[in-house]
């Protein structure tokens, strides 16, 4: 008989907690000679509570332990660069269900498994929802922590902060924690942005990070088992990587093994047919590797899969959009407040205030 042990909401979000030795190791890595004393933090909100929709057997005995454990997390994060780094942090909490409308236009099964969840684990999903909610509310009042909640992709409101975060003059590290696939895209698109991949395994902290010089190496290993020692092909094509291969995290499926994919690029960019880089225009990409043994498969196959996953693409449709006027950053800050909310609402899971 097999058993079946229950788990807690803090149990789960504890995954995404990357221990400070190891955050350590990674930082000195990742930002060897930097002399940056200020750093943005995204955390995307959708990969931690992905988990909670594939625990049938998860217990919710306090509605708001999300929540505390979200906030606790900026404050595990932000202690950390204080007290090791002496570097300040601006956090940015990003919540969707990167379920666009658009997206199931171009590719009708996009992201169908979490909308399936969504609809079928009604108690968990009114959950998060509301603690969604309670975010909302809470995070003006917190010291430079700032909640972003929307229909599109997460990655696109990551991508639109950095941006204007740069013609602002905030040319400060970016930092993601995510375990989102669709997410590694912004490494290579924005200067000096790096994820932090949290790990654990069997009581270990085996989180890594992903970077402009190690993300094919470090992709192909770690998530789709495939070891390439001589990698040509830059970061920035990983979009179009993506597109001729698979992304399950969000429902699409394979047009090409892992190792055909990588051929197919390395073999254009080798011969220059394709530039070794971030590439907008699509029929030029496919006429560089188009081959007649791809039999039924045709550009606006490949098209479609690309603009769907790719963050400018998305971004583009983003910027013209009225939601785009609707992503604010209040600013509120005040002790007294956070004090009331965290008595009220956080007695059995309390905010980690001290730290923030």
């Given at each position: 008989?097999?058993?079946?042990?229950?788990?807690?909401?803090?149990?789960?979000?504890?995954?995404?907690?990357i221990k400070?030795?190891?955050?350590?190791?990674?930082?000195?890595?990742?930002?060897?000679?930097?002399?940056?004393?200020?750093?943005?933090?995204?955390?995307?909100?959708?990969?931690m509570?992905?988990?909670?929709?594939?625990?049938?057997?998860?217990?919710?005995e306090?509605?708001?332990?999300?929540?505390a454990?979200?906030?606790?997390?900026?404050?595990?994060?932000?202690?950390?660069?204080?007290?090791?780094?002496?570097?300040?942090?601006?956090?940015?909490?990003?919540?969707?269900?990167?379920t666009?409308?658009?997206?199931?236009?171009?590719?009708?099964?996009y992201?169908?498994?979490?909308?399936?969840?969504?609809?079928?684990?009604?108690?968990?999903?009114?959950?998060?929802?509301?603690?969604?909610?309670?975010?909302?509310?809470l995070?003006?009042?917190?010291?430079?922590?700032?909640?972003?909640?929307?229909?599109?992709?997460?990655?696109?409101?990551?991508?639109?902060?950095?941006?204007?975060?740069?013609?602002?003059?905030?040319?400060?590290?970016?930092?993601?924690?995510?375990?989102?696939?669709?997410?590694?895209?912004?490494?290579?698109?924005?200067?000096?942005?790096?994820?932090?991949r949290?790990?654990?395994?069997?009581?270990?902290?085996?989180?890594?990070?992903?970077?402009?010089?190690?993300?094919?190496?470090?992709?192909?290993?770690?998530d789709?088992?495939?070891?390439?020692?001589?990698?040509k092909?830059?970061?920035?094509?990983?979009?179009?990587?993506?597109?001729?291969?698979?992304?399950?995290?969000?429902?699409?499926?394979?047009?090409?093994?892992?190792?055909?994919?990588?051929?197919?690029?390395?073999?254009?960019?080798?011969?220059l047919?394709?530039?070794?880089?971030?590439?907008?225009?699509?029929?030029?990409v496919?006429?560089?590797?188009?081959?007649?043994?791809?039999?039924?498969?045709?550009?606006?196959?490949?098209?479609?899969?690309f603009?769907v996953?790719?963050?400018?693409?998305?971004?583009?449709?983003?910027?013209?959009?009225?939601?785009?006027?609707?992503?604010?950053?209040?600013?509120?800050?005040?002790?007294?407040?956070?004090?009331?909310?965290?008595?009220?609402?956080?007695?059995?899971?309390?905010?980690?205030?001290?730290?923030?």
């Amino acid at each position: 008989m097999k058993v079946i042990h229950a788990v807690s909401i803090e149990q789960l979000m504890y995954k995404n907690f990357i221990k400070y030795d190891k955050l350590i190791e990674m930082v000195n890595a990742v930002f060897v000679g930097s002399n940056a004393t200020s750093v943005n933090i995204f955390i995307d909100v959708y990969s931690m509570v992905k988990i909670l929709y594939k625990n049938p057997n998860m217990i919710i005995e306090d509605y708001s332990s999300l929540t505390a454990s979200v906030i606790n997390l900026c404050a595990h994060l932000r202690d950390f660069f204080k007290t090791r780094y002496r570097t300040t942090s601006k956090i940015y909490i990003v919540a969707s269900r990167n379920t666009p409308a658009m997206n199931t236009l171009l590719y009708p099964s996009y992201n169908n498994s979490i909308k399936y969840a969504m609809d079928h684990m009604l108690s968990t999903d009114d959950m998060i929802v509301n603690n969604m909610e309670l975010l909302e509310t809470l995070c003006p009042y917190l010291p430079d922590i700032f909640f972003i909640k929307g229909e599109y992709e997460t990655g696109v409101y990551m991508y639109d902060i950095m941006c204007k975060n740069e013609m602002l003059g905030n040319m400060n590290p970016n930092i993601i924690i995510t375990r989102d696939t669709y997410n590694f895209q912004l490494i290579p698109m924005r200067e000096n942005t790096v994820v932090f991949r949290p790990y654990k395994q069997g009581g270990g902290d085996l989180s890594y990070y992903l970077d402009k010089n190690n993300l094919f190496e470090k992709f192909l290993i770690t998530d789709r088992l495939v070891t390439k020692n001589d990698i040509k092909i830059n970061p920035g094509l990983f979009t179009v990587f993506l597109a001729l291969s698979k992304l399950p995290e969000r429902n699409i499926k394979s047009l090409f093994n892992t190792t055909k994919a990588m051929k197919i690029l390395d073999e254009a960019v080798s011969t220059l047919r394709l530039h070794n880089g971030y590439n907008s225009d699509m029929e030029s990409v496919w006429n560089s590797i188009y081959k007649d043994s791809f039999g039924s498969i045709g550009y606006s196959i490949f098209k479609a899969r690309f603009d769907v996953i790719d963050i400018q693409s998305q971004h583009y449709g983003f910027a013209n959009s009225p939601y785009s006027k609707g992503v604010t950053f209040p600013n509120l800050y005040d002790p007294e407040t956070v004090k009331l909310i965290n008595n009220k609402y956080f007695k059995k899971n309390p905010l980690d205030l001290n730290r923030l």
